[in-house]
């Protein structure tokens, strides 16, 4: 059994097409990742990726990340088969879920900041 270390699953991670809004994960849920990562507090963030991957996992990332992973072996992306073992043996648990759980709400923290930077707010 081949188990990614958290670096390689991260450099994967960042190689995957992966759009948090068509991921099908509950964005919500994802919030509390990246909330804390908004605030600089990355010791949290890292905690609650860890929590809420397995919920994340239920909920359609397990099809949206063997998905994405088998089109990154496909393209010959380095790791991507060992990425694809990792995860089929540990699951929600694996280095790459958590990855990419981090990779989403970086992602969706972004995606926050440039529509908050859009609003137009009116005092009355």
Known sequence: ?????????AAL???LD?????????????TFVALPLDLGDDRKARREARRVAPLL???GLELTTLLALENAKRDDIAGARDAIED??????????????????????????????????????
């Open 1 to 9: 059994m081949v188990v990614l270390n958290n670096a390689r699953a």
């Open 87 to 124: 995860v089929r043996s540990e699951g929600p648990r694996s280095a790459v879920v958590r990855a990419i759980v981090w990779r989403l709400a970086l992602k969706l923290l972004e995606d926050m900041r440039r529509r908050s930077a859009g609003t137009v707010r009116v005092w009355s």
């Open 13 to 15: 991670a960042e190689q």
């Open 18 to 30: 992966l759009d948090v809004m068509t991921s099908g994960v509950c964005l919500p849920c994802l």
């Open 57 to 59: 996992w239920e909920e």
